[in-house]
């Protein structure tokens, strides 16, 4: 079974300051997803990736396969951007890819 | 198109009582997937459901817990004789692709039980 680290579990950062968000994973997998969550609110896909490197707006995931590790950047941090951050795996190599586990998240709070 | 859509946002219950959460996935989407978020706790599968049929429910408690996803209308998670415990968000999300496809994910059902 999967197992997922994140870190840090917090984070707190300067308005502009570029951010970086790590997620490691025991197992092999298809694909890697990161996750948006502001505080009682919904869940937002923000990636799905299965190698190398995507891009949206601000934000940038990558994922290195061999070393199984992910991050999660995000450039011109702004108050918005305050959430917590999921990463989450397949439970299984070769099972279902969406029966996910999850990392503890990381709470990044961006002061202005 | 709209997102997935859950209801209710909030439901507040009694112990005993029983509790339903709707969820109706995007348009085109026949795979529905529920997770369950505790208290200071990390988000949680429990089921994953194609039209009229339940794929796999090896996170769903082996009591009192139900889920079903009919050929028409929403799929329902269904809790019967509530307790303190099963206080909680339970999001849905669903995919166009089944087990392959991205999530999409709706607000959430938060469930207080009293």
């Known amino acids: 079974k999967n197992e997922v680290e994140q870190s840090p579990q917090n984070l707190t950062a300067q308005e502009g300051e570029f951010i970086t968000i790590n997620c490691s994973y025991s197992v092999g997998i298809s694909a890697l997803h990161w996750l948006q969550q502001h505080p009682g609110g919904g869940i937002v896909s923000l990636f799905m990736l299965s190698s190398g490197k995507k891009k949206h707006g601000r934000l940038i995931a990558t994922i290195n396969i061999q070393e199984k590790h992910s991050s999660l950047h995000i450039t011109a941090s702004h108050p918005r951007d305050s959430a917590v951050y999921i990463c989450a795996v397949p439970s299984n190599y070769g099972g279902a890819t969406n029966k996910l586990i999850f990392g503890t998240g990381t709470l990044l709070a961006v002061q202005p | 198109n709209a997102g997935v859509m859950q209801n209710p946002r909030h439901l507040v219950r009694r112990r005993g009582q029983e509790a339903r959460l709707r969820c109706s996935p995007m348009k085109g989407h026949s795979h529905v997937y529920w997770y369950r978020q505790l208290p200071e706790e990390g988000l949680k599968f429990m089921v994953y459901l194609q039209k009229e049929n339940i794929i796999d429910e090896s996170g769903m408690p082996k009591e009192r817990f139900s889920a079903e996803f009919p050929k028409e209308g929403p799929s329902i998670l269904r809790i019967q004789q509530v307790v303190r415990g099963d206080s909680a968000a339970y999001f849905c999300?669903?995919?166009?692709?089944?087990?392959?496809?991205?999530?999409?994910f709706g607000e959430g059902s938060r469930l207080t039980v009293l």
């Open positions: 999300a669903s995919s166009p692709l089944g087990s392959t496809g991205e999530l999409f």
